[in-house]
Antibody, heavy 117, light 107 residues
Framework: QVRLQESGPRLVKPSETLSLTCTVS????????WNWIRQSPGKGLEWVAY???????DYNPSLRGRAAMSLDSSKGQFSLTLSSVTAADTAVYYC???????????WGQGALVTVSS | IVLTQSPGILSLSPGERATLSCRAS???????LAWYQQRPGQAPRLLIS???NRATGIPDRFWGTGSGTDFTLIISRLEPEDFAVYYC?????????FGQGTKVEIK
């Protein structure tokens, strides 16, 4: 059973870049599409992006090009950066797995990231 | 695609039947609709995918029905651990989107 764990700074200043890493255990990095999903009180659950090991990726247009994902198979990790953050980016960020034409199957426990000066 | 869930809050007693609705603004291909349960302080947990297929380990008191634009999650007899927030999510169109949630609370 794959397991996911988010890590990274929990406080980010406005206009700076948010960076999170998800560490994967229990399965190959080639099995799933790797996702980030966030949850804020104001906007509910919002899918952010996914990345597959062969480089295929997709991003939510609502982020207006501020998001980028990367994958380090040797470390069993994938990452998210979100640039030019504002208070609206304050949320719990979850990493999650996805198989083609399927739902988000396994989720990390989540990381609350607060954007504040 | 916008998913609209109703009701916002459902107040029921243990042992009662819960019926949750999710309506999509466009028809979903292949009934690509999932349901998740979220308990306080926890990540969402996948219950149902493909509108009707229970995920591994999900009790058979959870039922998913529907097609096209109208979908329903039924919990046949509420157990104490079922009082939580439930979200629907579509994966027919990109970007994948979630409903705003239905809270099932103890009456």
């Amino acid at each position: 059973q794959v397991r996911l764990q988010e890590s990274g700074p929990r406080l980010v200043k406005p206009s700076e870049t948010l960076s999170l890493t998800c560490t994967v255990s229990g399965d190959s990095m080639k099995t799933y599409y790797w996702n980030w999903i966030r949850q804020s009180p104001g906007k509910g659950l919002e899918w952010v992006a996914y990345l597959y090991h062969n480089g295929i990726s997709d991003y939510n247009p609502s982020l207006r090009g501020r998001a980028a994902m990367s994958l380090d198979s040797s470390k069993g990790q994938f990452s998210l950066t979100l640039s030019s953050v504002t208070a609206a980016d304050t949320a719990v960020y979850y990493c999650a797995t996805l198989l083609p034409a399927s739902a988000f199957d396994v989720w990390g426990q989540g990381a609350l990231v607060t954007v504040s000066s | 695609i916008v998913l609209t869930q109703s009701p916002g809050i459902l107040s029921l007693s243990p042992g009662e039947r819960a019926t949750l609705s999710c309506r999509a603004s466009q028809s979903l291909n292949n009934n690509y609709l999932a349901w998740y349960q979220q308990r306080p302080g926890q990540a969402p947990r996948l219950l149902i995918s493909g509108a009707t297929n229970r995920a591994t380990g999900i009790p058979d008191r959870f039922w998913g029905t529907g097609s096209g634009t109208d979908f329903t999650l039924i919990i046949s007899r509420l157990e104490p651990e079922d009082f939580a927030v439930y979200y629907c999510q579509q994966y027919s169109h990109t970007p994948r989107t979630f409903g705003q949630g239905t809270k099932v609370e103890i009456k």
